[in-house]
């Protein structure tokens, strides 16, 4: 369903938006993707592919002004403060991912925007969720701002569909694993750092148990989830902006074990900081039959195929002396 035309990616300087804008850019056309940021200066590589203009989403004139300056009609709004910056700035995170998201949903419904796409999390659930195979329904009582933004959010977005006709759709996202831009302060992170460290020093300090298990997915298969629910066919869709995707679940100690396998001298030490709660209150794996059932959802990469493709990635810049 290509009837998206022009397209604005908030939090386009962010790990998933940085690779996502870029993914559009290939699909739709380099001058049809504005890609939008806060303050964080964007890549070369983003800046030369397409337009670039900084935005506040928090300030609704800023957003209003872009959109009809490029003429957008369908946007992706990946702008969020994540679950542990959120910590630290509880008052920051509610403002930038509910105001934020009231404000583009306001303009949406407002203007007819033809879609409007934004994330949720594995961070919406709680410790009382069952925590493995996690339904598509269950309970969510997350104990982080952030989590408690993203159930906020899922139901924002669900309201704008059923009330307004707006077509809103999101995916809880697990944690994501990516070679290109260092994710922004989120739990998982630690999934991403592993493999820069085991390269640059052959050693690693992570800050959770060896023991955890969390729900992950490599960003081709984010790219992908993202851009395949976007041009799924709405009379298809029973959910809107909640659908649980999987792809991969693994504890650190598993982490580490499958990339010893190509560095073997990798040594990994575990500390465990205020971020081990955090994941202690997150599903272990997801049950995804309804993305699978309403827009096909299919992931491409396993741990170990990830790894490969991660090591030989950054090896490769290591080498370059690029990492």
Not at 173 to 193: F, K
Request: charged share 25%; glycine share 6%; aromatic share 8%.
């Amino acid at each position: 369903m290509g009837d998206m035309k022009r397209i604005m990616v908030t939090g386009a300087v962010g790990q998933i938006g940085s690779e996502l804008t870029l993914a559009l850019r290939e699909r739709y056309g380099a001058e049809q993707v504005l890609a939008t940021g806060h303050r964080t200066q964007p890549s070369e590589k983003l800046l030369q592919s397409g337009p670039f203009e900084f935005v506040d989403v928090t300030k609704r004139n800023t957003v209003e002004a872009l959109l009809d300056r490029y003429n957008i009609d369908t946007i992706f709004h990946l702008s969020a403060i994540l679950s542990a910056i959120g910590e630290k700035d509880p008052q920051l995170c509610w403002d930038v991912n509910i105001n934020g998201l009231h404000n583009i949903l306001e303009i949406a419904r407002e203007r007819k925007l033809l879609r409007v796409f934004c994330p949720s999390s594995i961070a919406a659930f709680g410790p009382e969720t069952p925590q493995d195979n996690t339904p598509q329904e269950t309970i969510m009582l997350p104990k982080t701002m952030y989590g408690v933004t993203k159930v906020a959010g899922e139901l924002l977005c669900n309201y704008y569909v059923r009330k307004y006709g707006l077509d809103v759709r999101g995916v809880r996202y697990p944690g994501i694993i990516s070679n290109e831009t260092l994710p922004g302060g989120g739990t998982t992170d630690y999934a991403v750092a592993i493999y820069y460290d085991a390269i640059k020093y052959g050693k690693y300090t992570c800050f959770v148990r060896e023991d955890t298990v969390l729900p992950m997915m490599y960003m081709p298969d984010c790219i992908k989830a993202t851009i395949d629910l976007m041009e799924a066919d709405f009379s298809r869709l029973l959910h809107h902006a909640d659908f649980n995707v999987a792809a991969m679940s693994f504890s650190a100690g598993e982490l580490a074990a499958e990339i010893k396998k190509h560095i073997p001298n990798l040594t990994v030490t575990y500390e465990p900081d205020f971020r081990q709660a955090i994941a202690d209150s997150w599903p272990r794996s997801l049950d995804d039959s309804a993305a699978r059932e309403e827009w096909d959802w299919q992931p491409a990469y396993d741990l170990a195929a990830m790894t490969v493709d991660m090591l030989d990635t950054l090896g490769k810049r290591h080498a370059e002396g690029k990492l």
